[in-house]
């Protein structure tokens, strides 16, 4: 497997501000576009992170991310054991609530726990102190509960701002990760721009959410489909 630094995720380099136009665009969310100025820029230590849906790689690999926490499915645990699938959950304690037993079984198995805020708020247009809190406070949870600071952050619905990439580079976050691909609740696919078809790369969203189908059979339906393609899944914090 083929590690990138996380500079190779960069869209010409200029999304130190906003993240790669391609990534954010309207779909599902966009920074707001507004230059920093020096002085300000100045007054943050912290570099802001890259915003990526997709990774630039020749590795036959796709990226499988899980959203919320509501689903705590047993089978899932099986599977991602079974298969050794390297998923990534990006997790929101108000929906976790009592269910953090769940995904440290998940992790123990070989899932990511990564951060998606306290309380699953809109975050854009918020001020820094709220989009802060949520994003910090998520930390300490996650701290608390696992003894990790994760790396990567998923902002609620994918909608984000100049000063929620602020907020994520002041709590330690290094990219702020949406997605090109995202599954339905009855295993269907859509895709946020470039047209239809997984491509290597490419990160996927699997949403809490209500289904006729389990988590399980939702994930086997998309596993078939990922092969089918001739690709794999891949561990998304090698390659960001």
Known sequence: MRRRPAAAVLCAGAVLLVGCAGAAGERPGTADGRAQS???AASH???LPPVVDHVPTRDPVVFLTYDDGA???PRFVGLVRARRLPVSMFLTDSVVGPGYGHF???RAVGASIQNHTLDHPAL???PYAGQRAEICGQQHKLRS???IRPRLFRPPYGTYDTTTLRAAADCGITAVVLWRASLGAEGELTYTRDGPGLRPGDIVSVPSGDASLTLT???LRLLR???GKGLRVGRLEDYL
Do not use: C
């Open 38 to 40: 020096p002085t300000h």
């Open 45 to 47: 230590a912290h570099p």
């Open 71 to 73: 689903e705590r499915d």
């Open 104 to 106: 440290a079984r998940l």
């Open 124 to 126: 854009r247009g918020l």
């Open 145 to 147: 509960r696992f003894g």
């Open 217 to 219: 059979e939702r994930t």
């Open 225 to 227: 489909e990922i092969e």
